[in-house]
């Protein structure tokens, strides 16, 4: 029964990278689900352009061209690697001939996952398991690809690989909006063009350094 967002407003141009910095709790996961249409709010509207979606379920969402990669992943275990990948193109019921070309996408940005195709998807670890979850949005986010907390918990080198897979993608595709939570906005200093802070569910224009100094500082106060 608590508000966790409050008058949340802006604007994502096309082709924008955008980190969205906050603390944890913040509310930068609420803020993505609602865009994802888990969390319904109580006033207010959401744009895909201009089309309002507020009546779009959340099911439908990711047909718009939105991909998420949720912080936890969320693979189905009882698919293999490729699998999950497919699986929101196959539900919005994408051609067979798209569903290839993106997927060849994909692997050109990440192929290590050609490689792990076959494998279980409850067999990954975790590290890969954020490769896997980026490719799944990769496959439906045409528009939109809003990405949670990537970072987090991955080793250094799956930290630079992962880094590697999103300058390859910016370079690739200049059309599509890419949103980045981080809780540490130092890991987002090489890709985002735009930076918003979350601060008590209320959303502001920043940058990366300021963000950077107001995490070193609630640091040293804990």
Do not use: W
């Not at 979606?53 to 009882?78: K, M, N, Q, T, V």
């Not at 929101?88 to 994909?106: C, F, N, S, W």
């Not at 998807?121 to 939109?144: C, E, P």
């Amino acid at each position: 029964g608590v508000p966790v967002l409050r008058d949340v407003d802006f604007t994502l141009e096309p082709g924008a990278t955008v980190a969205l910095i906050g603390r944890n709790g913040a509310g930068k996961t609420t803020t993505l689900r609602t865009v994802m249409g888990f969390i319904a709010p109580d006033s207010g509207s959401l744009y895909l352009g201009d089309r309002c979606i507020d009546d779009i379920p959340a099911h439908a969402r990711p047909g718009l061209g939105i991909g998420y990669a949720p912080e936890d992943r969320r693979l189905f275990s009882a698919f293999n690697v490729r699998e999950n990948i497919l699986l929101p193109a196959r539900a919005a019921r994408v051609a067979p001939e798209e569903i290839r070309r993106r997927l060849d996408g994909v692997y050109e940005i990440l192929p290590e996952l050609r490689d792990m195709a076959e494998r279980p998807g409850g067999t990954v670890s975790g590290g890969q398991g954020k490769m896997v979850a980026l490719g799944r949005a990769l496959m439906i986010g045409t528009r939109v690809v809003l990405l949670d907390e990537p970072f987090q918990g991955l080793a250094p080198a799956l930290a630079n690989r992962y880094a590697e897979a999103l300058r390859t993608l910016r370079e690739r595709d200049r059309d599509i909006t890419l949103v980045i939570t981080e809780s540490n906005p130092a890991l987002l200093r090489q890709f985002a063009d735009r930076t918003l802070v979350i601060e008590r569910g209320e959303v502001s224009e920043g940058s990366l350094e300021r963000s950077h100094a107001d995490a070193a500082t609630q640091e040293e106060i804990s």
